[in-house]
């Protein structure tokens, strides 16, 4: 079956800080690849996303590139902010699946002064 | 893009006792789905709203504890039935805004935060 696996939080940085969250899939096909953001005591809302093999999404200063080879979709963020902290979830995407979302386990993250 | 509410934000709620969640979208889209979030946890699709015919449910999850309806193309209804302290979680709404250069994109709303008692 289809699955993502992120790294496991929470994550710690300082201000300034360099971001590495990974994130690795198993899929049966060719899926997209998506990165969604949920702040404190809102909804998700949708980061970045990558509809194919070395595509690269970024959005805010965040990126990440579809690699197929290694089957991993890692986000980075060169230099973080408090603002950032949030729950990072890594998902991907099968169309002709029911057009159905399969999310990782999501990623917290607090950036400190 | 999409613009999604949801009624209500939060509720507490009574052992045994029955909620609807509404979730009401700026534009007509083909795809609604009901999510839920236990605290802690990852995101798990409860089942498909489809517009004019019966949801299509996931494993783990029936009709009877959590009905849905679908009655037109901007408006959906989850129903968490006969509800349990286990049901306590955030219950959210998205939906696939397909449409040129946004395939397969899903958006979600702000979600229900229900505890039951």
């Known amino acids: ?113 | 893009s999409a613009v999604i509410s949801q009624k209500p934000s939060r509720d507490i709620c009574q052992r045994g006792t029955s909620l609807t969640i509404q979730c009401q979208v700026d534009s007509q889209v083909t795809m609604m789905f009901w999510y839920r979030q236990q605290p802690g946890q990852s995101l798990t699709l409860i089942a498909t709203a489809n517009q004019g015919s019966e949801a299509t449910y996931e494993s783990g999850f029936v009709i009877d504890k959590f009905p849905i309806s679908r009655p037109n193309l901007t408006f959906s209804t989850l129903t968490v039935s006969n509800m349990s302290p286990e049901d306590s979680s955030i219950y959210l709404c998205s939906v696939d805004a397909a449409s040129g250069s946004s395939y397969n994109e899903q958006f979600f709303g702000p979600g229900t935060r229900l505890t039951v008692l």
């Open chain 1, 1 to 113: 079956g289809n699955s993502v696996t992120q790294m496991e939080g929470p994550v710690t940085l300082s201000e300034e800080a360099f971001l590495t969250i990974n994130c690795t899939y198993t899929a049966t096909g060719y899926p997209s690849l998506f990165w969604y953001v949920q702040y404190p005591g809102e909804g998700l809302q949708l980061l970045l996303k990558a509809t194919k093999a070395d595509d690269k999404g970024s959005n805010k200063g965040f990126e990440a590139t579809y690699r197929k080879e290694t089957t991993s979709f890692h986000l980075e963020k060169g230099s973080v902010q408090v603002s950032d902290s949030a729950v990072y979830f890594c998902a991907l995407l099968l169309t002709g699946g029911g057009n159905k979302l399969t999310f990782g386990t999501g990623t917290q993250l607090k950036v400190e002064l």
